[in-house]
C-alpha cells in the first residue's frame, strides 16, 4: 500500500511504514478494545490453569514413574499398575469410606442446625440478633489447635468418667460440626433473608408452621445457598488433617479417615519411602471430592454469586 503526499512539483507516491505483526496488532486493538480483553481473558485463564493443574500433573507423573527411575515430563514407561498397588498394601478402600462417611455425616448435622440458626438470623428481628450473628462467626476465627488439648480431655474419658470416645466416629464429627458450622450459618442467613416475607406468610396462611416453612418453601428456594454450604462442608471435612489425625490411632478399623492411610501408605515401603504409591493414593483420594465439584459446580457458582447481593 502506498499514500499521496503533495509536493511543489506534483503528487508523489510514498510506501507506507512496514508494521511487524505486534505493532499491526495493537493497532487493531485501538480500534477494537474487544480484542484486548479477549487476549487478557485468555492470558488470565490459562495462566491458572497452569499454575492450578500443574500440582496434580506432577502427581501424576511421580505416580507413573517406576521406582529407581529418574523423573521425566512425560514418563517413557509408566506403571499404571502402581493405582492397584495402593489398595494391596494397605485397606485403602476402608479409609475413604470413613472419610465418606465421616464427611457425610457432618455435612447432615450442619446442614440442619444451620438452616434453623440462619432461618432466625435472617427472618426473624430479636434484640442482639447483630452481636450474637459476629459472636457465632468469632468461633472460626480461632485455630483448631486451641481447642485440641480440651476436646482430648474429654474423649479420651479424663473430664467424664466412663465416657470415651476416642477412636470413634464422635471424636470427629463433634469438632468438625463446630468448626465448619458458622460459615455454613452465614451462607445460609444471607440466603433465606433474600426470601420475600409473601411467600412465607402465604405458606403460614395455608396452615404450616414456622419449621414446615422452613423446609417447605424457604430451603427450596434458597437451593444455590444450602447446596454451597454443603458442598464446602463436605470438602472440608474430606481433607479435614489436624483432628483426623489426632483423635484416633490411624487404623482403617477405628474410623481412621483418609490422611490415616496416606499416611500408611508412606510407611508401606520395606526400606524406602514409596513415593510413588503416595502419589497414586492422593489422586484416588481426591477423585470423589472432584466428581462432587463436577456434578455441582452450577450450584456452587449460583450460590457465591447470588448470595453476595442483598435484594
Known amino acids: 500500500m502506498s499514500r499521496d503526499t503533495r509536493t511543489d512539483g506534483g503528487i508523489r507516491d510514498e510506501p507506507e511504514l512496514k508494521r511487524g ?34 500440582p496434580f500433573y506432577f502427581l501424576l507423573v511421580l505416580a507413573l514413574t517406576p521406582e529407581n527411575a529418574p523423573l521425566a515430563l512425560f514418563p517413557t514407561t509408566p506403571r499404571f499398575s502402581v493405582f492397584l498397588d495402593v489398595f494391596e498394601r494397605v485397606n485403602f478402600l476402608r479409609y475413604m469410606f470413613n472419610s465418606l462417611v465421616l464427611a457425610l455425616s457432618t455435612t447432615v448435622i450442619v446442614l440442619v442446625l444451620a438452616s434453623l ?16 450473628m459476629l ?7 480461632f485455630p483448631p489447635a486451641a481447642f485440641f488439648v480440651p476436646l482430648y480431655q474429654l474423649f479420651t474419658g479424663n473430664v467424664i468418667p466412663g465416657v470415651s470416645l476416642y477412636n470413634t466416629p464422635g471424636s470427629m464429627i463433634l469438632p468438625f460440626s463446630s468448626l465448619f458450622m458458622p460459615l455454613s450459618i452465614f451462607i445460609l442467613t444471607t440466603f433465606y433473608g433474600q426470601i420475600p416475607d409473601g411467600l412465607e406468610d402465604a405458606a403460614r396462611v395455608e396452615g404450616t408452621t414456622r419449621l414446615g416453612a422452613l423446609f417447605r418453601v424457604i430451603i427450596p428456594l434458597s437451593a444455590p445457598g444450602v447446596a454451597t454450604a454443603g458442598v464446602l462442608t463436605f470438602i472440608s471435612v ?12 490411624g487404623q482403617p478399623g477405628n474410623w481412621a479417615p483418609i490422611v490415616g492411610g496416606l499416611l500408611s501408605l508412606q ?19 481426591v477423585v470423589p471430592v ?9 450450584r456452587i457458582v449460583s450460590g457465591l454469586t447470588a448470595g453476595a447481593l442483598k435484594e
Open 290 to 298: 472432584a466428581i462432587l465439584v463436577v456434578v455441582a459446580q452450577e
Open 21 to 54: 505483526p505486534l505493532q499491526r496488532w495493537v493497532a487493531s486493538t485501538i480500534k477494537e478494545p474487544e480484542k484486548a480483553y479477549r487476549a487478557m481473558f485468555y492470558v488470565a485463564t490459562l495462566f491458572f490453569l497452569a499454575t492450578t493443574l500443574f
Open 117 to 132: 440458626a440462619g432461618y432466625v438470623f435472617g427472618r426473624l428481628q430479636f434484640p442482639g440478633r447483630t452481636p450474637l
Open 238 to 249: 474430606y481433607n479435614e488433617f489436624f483432628f483426623s489425625q489426632l483423635m484416633n490411632n
Open 135 to 141: 459472636l457465632v462467626l468469632a468461633i472460626s476465627y
Open 267 to 285: 510407611r508401606a515401603g520395606q526400606f524406602q519411602v514409596t513415593y510413588g504409591v503416595m502419589a497414586a493414593g492422593s489422586i484416588i483420594a
